[in-house]
């Protein structure tokens, strides 16, 4: 893990708010332009927090990246001067970028507390390095059954098995429970 960096003074956390599957971009945008635009003194980081989310369909394993703040990119800087008047340069220069509506609270946005970021980095934190399956079922809940030999059952998970994206269900056939071993798209929730 990196060592804790200190913010330099005067640096806050900011949400900006962007357009529908515009964060990477924007998040690209900014960290290749700060330089250039001479504003490294003034934007410390971009934080796109995703996750890496995966889903076994037909036996096959498939994965991919889910942001999980979607519509929202993090923003280390220093927006305000001691005075607490905006810095027009990072102001200007942030809000043009193509994909930023704008910063969360508009004209006069409020940094994040200490807790809302660290909260954003724990989940960042937790994240990394697993995947999660893309639907989450839990031991004991009933399913439908929707696929194969057993289709238009109901049954009930017995054993969860992310890795391999398979569940154990047991369908009670003819007045009998009987384990039945089902991937996860081959059932879906009951719902009341």
Same mark, same amino acid.
């Not at 924007?26 to 332009?33: D, L, N, P």
């Not at 027009?88 to 809302?116: C, H, M, T």
């Not at 269900?169 to 059932?187: M, N």
């Given at each position: 893990m990196a060592a804790q960096?200190?913010?330099?003074?005067g640096a806050q956390w900011f949400a900006l708010h962007t357009l529908s599957g515009q964060e990477g971009k924007?998040?690209?945008? @900014?960290?290749?332009?700060k330089k250039v635009e001479e504003l490294d003194d003034y934007i410390m980081e971009v934080l796109l927090p995703t996750e890496v989310v995966s889903e076994v369909?037909?036996?096959k394993k498939s994965t991919k990246v889910r942001k999980l703040y979607p519509g929202y990119v993090f923003i280390q800087?220093?927006?305000?001067?001691?005075?607490?008047?905006?810095?027009?340069?990072?102001?200007?220069?942030?809000?043009?970028?193509?994909?930023?509506?704008?910063?969360?609270?508009?004209?006069?946005?409020?940094?994040?507390?200490?807790?809302?970021?660290?909260?954003i980095k724990a989940r960042i934190e937790a994240a990394n390095g697993k995947e999660v399956p893309k639907v989450q079922y839990t031991v004991g809940e009933e399913v439908k059954i929707n696929d194969g030999p057993f289709a238009n059952l109901n049954g009930r998970i017995d054993e969860i098995d992310p890795a391999r994206g398979k569940l154990k @269900?047991?369908?009670?056939?003819?007045?009998?429970?009987?384990?039945?071993?089902?991937?996860?798209?081959?059932?879906q929730r009951v719902t009341e």
């Open positions: 960096v200190t913010a330099p003074p924007v998040k690209t945008y @900014i960290e290749k332009f369909k037909a036996g800087m220093r927006l305000y001067d001691e005075e607490s008047r905006v810095i027009n340069k990072p102001w200007y220069f942030v809000k043009e970028v193509a994909g930023v509506i704008g910063f969360v609270g508009g004209d006069s946005p409020a940094a994040l507390r200490q807790a809302e970021i660290d909260e @269900i047991s369908v009670s056939i003819f007045g009998r429970f009987t384990p039945v071993e089902l991937e996860y798209w081959q059932v």
